[in-house]
């Protein structure tokens, strides 16, 4: 009765426990059990783990990775499907790269399929583009060389061919028809021309009027008018130069307009070909001229007047023009051909609203040393900038004029400048014995101490 | 008569060479101051030298110190010069140059100076 009622209590208590545990929604097992379940959702757990880290590295093509996840996930599941499944795709993929190790090492960059796709297009791109910018690089630089070369021999065949000619007593037809041939050719009709313009730079007389005669009669001046109307600036300013050169004013209109043109280098050749062709109103574009006239400018026309032995501009008149720059190139060159006779002009510029133009016109009283300008220097020298002053007591030291001692020992006297008392001293000394006299005797005076100034000036190590 | 003609610019120098051989003169060339140079210690028969005053290597007033310094030569010395050189003229005056002329020149006013030069020298021997 007893063991009955235990075996009884067993099946009782087992069904108690699986009535709670289905209420508890627990797995129905005994404690040793319960254990191995976990065990199993722990395995499945690292399965899925497993198998989420080989798909992610298999996509990233990291095979070696990706394998070692799915072998893994095999052993935990030896009879799942998919990470076999995995594993021989993964083993044939890895066996496919061992056999292409060469052109897995270049292309496999564990990157999408098509970003490879696409750097492999971009590199082949830039390389082709390279080979291609080389081998037109070096065509060229080849076509250079052997233009340079032709250039050269052409040169030399030219250069004598021209001497030849333009020395020769009588005119050669045979060499009239040979150059004729030449100058069919465009690049050698530009090497003959550019000869020809050296030698009319060289010569004058008879040889020069013979090589204008040879240039028009081959056509030449009509390549230089093409090249004068030209829409580049640069070619149309060499067309200026060798039209100016070569002494043909066909491109009249054209060079005229650019007298105002905004680029410097083409309105200076216009400049240039304007002073060289038409002499009789060659500086009326110093007239007109509204902008600023560079020092650039004014040398190229310094130079062109100084090379070609050309008259000069009424400079009196230009003294006059609204175009300060205008009047200090006038100025300018008052002084370098020492034209006394702007003399009146220039007193009056001793009131111009510029100071700039006041000095310039101070200095060039100066070093034409125009007595006559002494009393109006004097009488603005109060109301005068620093450096004007200066400059006046500059331009009466280079006139060096007696009568102008007592004006000096004011200055030296009145004025708390240093400069300006050195410059006063110097022009003092510069007087002769009266004023070294003067300067010894200010040495000696007590009234002011001068010595220190007068001992500089009259210092031969110094000055 | 054998003149020494020193000038860098190609042209220049063929033209000059052309005109003077057609006068009757011979002829050598040199395209510095240097070769000028060793021309002239090297050749003693030299009756001119006609030189350009800005060349490379050795300028033309470098040339004529050499020529009457150094070589304490009377040979006449015509210059080559561009306008508005005044003061390199005088200069080469100074260092015992005979004649200048100025670029662009007339190659008869050239040949005359040359002829006049040589006949000077020749009487004053």
Not at chain 1, 15 to 26: C, D, G, H
Not at chain 1, 155 to 178: C, D, G, H, P, R
Not at chain 1, 378 to 403: M, Q, V
Not at chain 2, 71 to 85: D, E, K
């Amino acid at each position: 009765m007893n063991k009955r009622f235990i075996q009884l209590r067993f099946i009782l208590n087992i069904v108690l426990i699986t009535f709670i545990s289905l209420i508890a929604n627990l797995p129905v097992y005994p404690a040793s059990e319960k254990e191995s379940a976990e065990l199993v959702l722990q395995r499945e757990r690292d399965y899925e783990k497993r198998i989420i880290w080989g798909e992610r590295f298999f996509s990233l093509h990291l095979d070696a990775l990706a394998l070692k996840q799915f072998e893994r996930a095999n052993k935990i599941k030896p009879g799942a499907y998919f990470p076999q499944y995995r594993i021989k795709q993964v083993t044939l993929r890895l066996n496919q790269s061992q056999n292409r190790f060469v052109s897995e090492f270049i292309f496999d960059f564990n990157k999408p399929g098509f970003l490879i796709t696409a750097l492999i297009l971009v590199i082949v791109f830039s390389i082709t583009s390279m080979v291609i910018a080389l081998a037109t690089a070096l065509i060229n630089r080849n076509n250079m060389m052997r233009a340079e070369k032709r250039k050269q021999y052409l040169l030399e065949e030219y250069q004598t061919m021209l001497v030849n000619y333009l020395f020769a007593t009588e005119i050669n037809q045979e060499f009239i028809s040979k150059i004729k041939k030449i100058s069919n050719n465009k690049f050698n009709r530009r090497i003959l021309i550019d000869q020809m313009i050296d030698l009319s730079i060289t010569l004058t007389g008879e040889e020069k009027e013979k090589l204008k005669n040879l240039y028009l009669l081959l056509g030449l001046d009509k390549d230089s008018y093409k090249r004068a109307m030209s829409r580049k600036w640069h070619i149309k300013a060499k067309g200026f130069r060798e039209l100016a050169f070569m002494n043909i004013p066909s491109a009249n209109k054209e060079i005229r307009r650019c007298l105002t043109s905004r680029n410097d280098i083409l309105r200076m050749e216009a400049q240039f070909a304007t002073i060289r062709l038409y002499p009789d109103n060659s500086f009326e574009f110093l007239e007109q001229l509204k902008k600023r006239y560079t020092l650039w400018e004014q040398l190229n026309v310094y130079e062109t007047i100084t090379f070609h032995q050309l008259n000069l501009p009424d400079f009196d008149h230009l003294l006059k023009s609204t175009n300060d720059s205008i009047v200090m190139f006038s100025l300018r060159m008052i002084r370098i051909f020492q034209l006394r006779n702007t003399f009146n002009t220039m007193l009056e510029l001793l009131s111009h609203k510029s100071a700039e133009i006041r000095n310039q016109a101070i200095h060039v009283m100066g070093a034409l040393k125009i007595n006559d300008c002494l009393p109006q220097l004097k009488r603005i020298y109060k109301t005068e900038t620093y450096e004007n002053c200066l400059e006046i007591i500059k331009a009466i030291a280079s006139i060096n004029d007696e009568s102008m001692l007592g004006f000096l020992k004011l200055v030296l006297d009145k004025e708390d400048d240093v400069q300006l008392q050195i410059e006063a001293a110097m022009a003092i000394n510069k007087l002769g014995i009266k004023g070294s006299d003067t300067l010894n005797k200010l040495l000696t005076s007590d009234y002011k101490n001068y010595q220190i100034i007068v001992k500089h000036v009259l210092d031969k190590r110094i000055n | 008569m054998k003149i020494l003609i020193c000038e860098d610019d190609t042209m220049t120098l063929k033209a000059l060479e052309h005109k003077l051989k057609k006068e009757g003169y011979e002829i050598i060339s040199a395209k510095d101051g240097k070769s000028a140079c060793d021309i002239l210690s090297e050749q003693n028969d030299i009756d001119l030298l006609l030189t350009d005053l800005h060349m490379p290597v050795l300028s033309g007033l470098e040339l004529i110190s050499f020529l009457r310094g150094k070589l304490q030569s009377n040979m006449p010395i015509v210059m080559l010069t561009r306008v508005g050189l005044e003061e390199t003229v005088l200069q080469a005056f100074e260092l015992g140059a005979d004649d200048y002329i100025t670029k662009p020149f007339n190659p008869d006013e050239l040949a005359i100076r040359i002829k006049r030069l040589l006949l000077k020298n020749k009487s004053s021997l």
